[in-house]
């Protein structure tokens, strides 16, 4: 029998819900930056450099491996940060499935599947769509018991009292 969340973390459960929702997004939207930097990269073999000495932006062929200190390139690196801002964003992702499968008391394999919408393109946006209604739906449904099994006891106690 698999556990299920305790009613007093739904509250929390809503707030996590949120936080996955929107880091879901960002790390999809900067998952697909990253597919397109390596296209570019590997696929055209250039770079895209701003605010270089030519103008605000720039394609410039890659370096060859370990020439890269003969090639000193003008710019701000746009390749390597968004490669970097993905990587650490990644990790604010890992902590917003954490957030919400540990009060949903999910299995492991779970969390691994939301581990996995960071790192496969478009993963995360099928992801979000599920998750945010499969969590949303049970709460409804759960929270509309309570609801019915306290009022039920409330009318109970005003009879005895009366």
Same mark, same amino acid.
């Given at each position: *029998?698999?556990?299920?969340?305790?009613?007093?973390?739904?509250?929390? %459960?809503?707030? @996590?819900?949120?936080?996955?929702?929107?880091?879901?997004?960002?790390?999809?939207?900067?998952?697909?930056?990253?597919?397109?930097?390596?296209? *570019?990269?590997?696929?055209?073999?250039?770079? +895209?450099?701003?605010?270089?000495? #030519?103008?605000? !932006?720039?394609?410039?062929? %890659?370096?060859? $491996?370990?020439?890269? !200190?003969?090639?000193?390139?003008?710019?701000? $690196? +746009?390749?390597?940060?968004?490669?970097?801002?993905?990587?650490?964003?990644?990790?604010?992702?890992?902590?917003? #499935?954490?957030?919400?499968?540990?009060?949903?008391?999910? #299995?492991?394999?779970?969390?691994?599947?939301?581990?996995?919408?960071?790192? %496969?393109?478009? +993963?995360?946006? %099928? =992801?979000?769509?599920?998750?945010?209604?499969?969590?949303?739906?049970? +709460?409804?449904?759960?929270?509309?018991? =309570?609801? !019915?099994? @306290?009022?039920?006891? $409330?009318?109970?106690?005003?009879?005895?009292?009366?």
């Amino acid at each position: *029998m698999q556990l299920q969340p305790k009613p007093e973390d739904y509250p929390r %459960i809503r707030r @996590s819900l949120r936080v996955y929702k929107v880091t879901s997004v960002i790390t999809g939207v900067m998952l697909l930056l990253l597919c397109a930097v390596m296209v *570019m990269k590997y696929a055209f073999k250039v770079e +895209l450099f701003l605010f270089t000495p #030519n103008g605000f !932006a720039e394609f410039l062929p %890659i370096v060859p $491996d370990g020439q890269e !200190a003969e090639f000193a390139r003008p710019g701000f $690196d +746009l390749f390597k940060a968004i490669l970097i801002a993905h990587g650490w964003f990644y990790v604010v992702y890992l902590i917003a #499935n954490f957030m919400l499968w540990s009060p949903m008391r999910w #299995n492991f394999a779970k969390f691994l599947l939301l581990a996995l919408g960071g790192v %496969i393109p478009f +993963l995360s946006f %099928i =992801l979000e769509g599920r998750i945010a209604r499969e969590v949303t739906t049970f +709460l409804a449904e759960k929270e509309a018991a =309570l609801a !019915a099994t @306290s009022g039920s006891s $409330d009318s109970h106690r005003q009879e005895g009292t009366a």
